[in-house]
């Protein structure tokens, strides 16, 4: 298993600013996921970050949208940018510490965009 | 890509009755097999899985249960306790992904 850190765990934005989600891992894992989770919704899967390469995000997710970074093997950010209401959603870290898809997950970060 | 479907979407049993959630999916690459539970205001919880070698395995009240053939699977809780209601998610794992299923709101009536 793994402990997972995230950071904020809430906030309220105002349209066309930007947030950066910090996310932070006890242990050294080399995967590592974002999702988005929407009101009353199951888990989208934003994009995979693998520590030394650049992540990669699933249709529908573009990296100006969700710049992550990952500059070693226990920390990760992603950033929301110019956000709109539509973007208010649960954003959650989660990590493959056997990369064999047993993941955990952080305790997420609610983000209400006014 | 995986598609992964999830049924019921809410589900009430009376507290010492048994639940059961389903899930299909589409790829047959697929071949692990998580259930998570989420509580309200927390992050999905691991709570058993399944690999594509194994048919069934317990953990005391919960079960899960693969059919690889009809390609899906199934989650089992006896014995119901209100600390079970929360929304359960089922999860298929192929090609480095996990895609989940849409939920089922789980309430266990006291």
């Known amino acids: 298993s793994a402990v997972i850190s995230q950071k904020p765990s809430r906030d309220i934005c105002q349209r066309g600013t930007s947030l950066t989600i910090q996310c932070q891992v006890d242990?050294?894992?080399?995967?590592m996921f974002w999702y988005r989770q929407q009101p009353g919704q199951s888990l989208t899967l934003i994009a995979t970050a693998n520590q030394g390469s650049e992540a990669t995000y699933e249709s529908g997710f573009v990296i100006d949208k969700f710049p992550i970074s990952r500059p070693n093997l226990t920390f990760s950010t992603l950033t929301v940018s110019n956000m709109s209401p539509e973007d208010s959603s649960i954003y959650l870290c989660?990590?493959?510490?056997?990369?064999?898809?047993?993941?955990?997950f952080g305790e997420g970060s609610r983000l209400t965009v006014l | 890509g995986e598609n992964v479907e999830q049924h019921p979407s809410t589900l009430s049993v009376q507290e010492g009755d048994s639940a059961v959630i389903k899930c299909t999916y589409s790829?047959?690459?697929?071949?692990?097999f998580p259930w998570y539970k989420q509580e309200l205001g927390k992050g999905p919880q691991l709570i058993i899985d399944i690999r594509s070698n194994v048919g069934e395995k317990k953990d005391q009240r919960i079960a899960v249960t693969l059919n690889k053939t009809a390609k899906h699977f199934s989650l089992h809780i006896t014995e119901t306790q209100p600390e079970d209601s929360a929304v359960y998610f089922c999860?298929?794992?192929?090609?480095?992904?996990?895609?989940f299923g849409t939920g089922t709101r789980l309430t266990i009536i006291p």
């Open positions: 790829d047959s690459a697929s071949n692990y």
């Open positions: 242990s050294q894992v080399t995967m």
């Open positions: 999860a298929a794992f192929g090609n480095e992904k996990l895609t």
């Open positions: 989660s990590v493959d510490t056997s990369n064999t898809g047993e993941l955990f």
